[in-house]
């Protein structure tokens, strides 16, 4: 399809089956999870309100599939080539799947292409770690004692995703579970749940085998809550907001299972007055506008030099006044719509408590007229740290603004956060760029630009925003267990005397 042109909305809703056993099971007894376009205001999708039986059900699937070594004691050679395939068939449906994204999130059609192309990279660089993935060996024990350390599928993996980045953040996880030889039983969230169905189709044409990657849809209760406490699940993986992640961080107790955490952030933006201004005024609007500022990783927090604040604030307000905000499925958007219209709400009910606390609304707080949900961007001046809108992660486009006067203060202001997620720093001074690097504490950084990244790089948080490594070759490691093998040369020396 010509990508400047505008999709219409499907003339209906498309019902979607949940995927066990490299089946697509429909039954119509089952509750449907309705998806309203949180742009247009009409019902897309529906997908199964799945229950614990369900997750019962999925798990003996994939366990079944694990312990039959269909997946997990395969060459890696073959399962980069399962990958490889997978990343063809998603690039072959990248319209038909950002068509889908677009229509559940809100978020524009050019981002949501974008994000699809991307994923295609997460599956073919995973198929190379396939390849790679290694244990050790120690020669260094002595002349009767040789080590080896043996690197193992952890086994059955639970992945529960959340819905402002349903595909990317599947492909930042499920590739590298699958190259490291586990099996998977996913929750997408139920507001977002198409494409996850999808990639489950595209995997087993690519010759996945069956009940290796299995999709159970439906809400958090039960669904989300049955997969962290199901004591034949070895490992979760967690991505959603830090309240949700302690009851799992607590269910996993039930089979000490792993736990893999990526939460909330309140992530800072660091600009020095010797930064290129425009740059950076532009990267600040990108880092907050971006998928409405949904994002785990949004630069929300603006720590900026007290000397350029009022120069960068009116830079800031007039990009602000520029961003193409509206219909999400129109080429030309840049800002979609917020997910539901209760977040909508928690987000105005925030500018108006920092309001409330002193701070001043230099731009936006207003929504859209018509359908769906909208806020446009929005500048909070006069924030201090102590201040709600500073420490909670508010998790649309609002952006609050802070001043500094020394590069400590600015590191103190960046590091007074129970979140450690993501920050940026814009300076044109290499010292000072990296000194302040060494001294955020963030699992992930970037200098002089934001919210880039790959498969190559790992991300992750500190503090409370989480636990563990996806991506790169830390991330497939993330999803093994290492054995490490004592052998005996020579004869032994007798303890029986
Ligand atoms: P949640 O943490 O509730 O949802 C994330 C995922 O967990 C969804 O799939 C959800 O399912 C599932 N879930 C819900 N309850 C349970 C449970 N008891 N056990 C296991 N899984 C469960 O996030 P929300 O959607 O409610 O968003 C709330 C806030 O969380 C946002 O405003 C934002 O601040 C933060 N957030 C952070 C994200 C990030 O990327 N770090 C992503 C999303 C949200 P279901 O949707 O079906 O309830």
Not at 122 to 131: K, L, P, Q, S, T
Not at 293 to 320: H, P, T
Request: hydrophobic content about 45%.
């Amino acid at each position: 399809m010509d990508a400047s042109l505008k999709p219409s909305l499907p003339a209906q809703p498309r019902a979607f089956a949940f995927h066990v056993g490299g089946r697509a099971v429909r039954r119509g007894d089952r509750d449907w999870c309705v998806r309203v376009s949180p742009a247009h205001g009409v019902e897309v999708t529906r997908v199964p309100a799945c229950t614990a039986a369900d997750v019962d059900a999925a798990v003996a699937a994939a366990r079944r599939a694990f312990a039959q070594g269909i997946w997990s004691r395969l060459p890696g050679s073959e399962r980069a080539q399962v990958l490889l395939r997978a990343a063809a068939g998603v690039r072959e449906r990248f319209e038909e799947l950002a068509y889908w994204e677009t229509l559940e999130t809100g978020k524009p059609i050019t981002q949501a292409r974008s994000e699809v192309l991307a994923s295609a990279g997460y599956y073919e660089y995973a198929a190379g770690v396939a390849r790679t993935l290694s244990g050790d060996s120690f020669n260094n024990l002595g002349e009767g004692m040789f080590g080896l350390v043996v690197r193992e599928p952890i086994g059955v993996i639970g992945l529960i995703t959340p819905w402002n980045f349903p595909f990317l953040i599947l492909a930042e996880r499920l590739p590298f579970m699958l190259a490291a030889g586990c099996t998977v039983v996913a929750k997408p969230s139920e507001f977002t749940s198409a494409t996850t169905l999808m990639m489950a189709e595209i995997l087993g044409e690519a010759g996945l085998p069956d009940g290796v990657f299995n999709v159970v849809t439906g809400y958090g209760l039960p669904v989300g809550q049955a997969i962290t406490e199901h004591t034949d699940i070895d490992m979760v993986s967690f991505t959603g907001s830090v309240a949700t992640g302690q009851r799992a961080l607590a269910a996993s107790a039930s089979n000490i299972k792993k736990l893999g955490l990526e939460l909330g952030g309140k992530s800072p933006q660091i600009v020095f007055a010797d930064a290129d201004l425009e740059a950076a005024a532009d990267g600040v609007v990108y880092g907050i506008c971006l998928n409405a500022g949904q994002c785990c990783v949004s630069g929300s927090r603006l720590v900026v030099e007290e000397g350029i604040a009022d120069a960068f604030r009116d830079l800031l307000v007039d990009k602000f006044s520029r961003v193409r905000i509206g219909d999400p499925l129109d080429p030309a958007t840049q800002m979609g719509a917020i997910v539901t219209e209760a977040h909508q709400n928690k987000i105005l009910g925030y500018i108006r408590s920092g309001v409330a606390d002193g701070a001043r609304l230099a731009c936006g707080g207003g929504i859209l007229d018509g359908d769906g949900w909208f806020i446009t961007p929005t500048l909070l001046e006069g924030v201090r740290s102590d201040m709600a809108v500073a420490r909670e992660e508010i998790f649309g486009p609002v952006l609050t603004m802070t001043t500094f006067t020394t590069p400590d203060e600015a590191v103190a202001i960046a590091n007074d956060s129970v979140f450690g997620l993501a920050a940026s720093i814009w300076t044109k001074d290499l010292d000072k760029a990296l000194d302040t690097m060494r001294r955020v504490q963030a699992g992930r950084m970037w200098i002089n630009t934001t919210i880039t990244g790959g498969p190559e790089l790992p991300i992750g948080g500190s503090k409370q925003s989480g636990n563990g490594r996806e991506t790169g070759v830390y991330g497939v490691e993330e999803y093994t267990e290492l054995k490490s093998v004592h052998i005996a040369l020579g004869q032994r020396t007798p303890w029986v005397q």
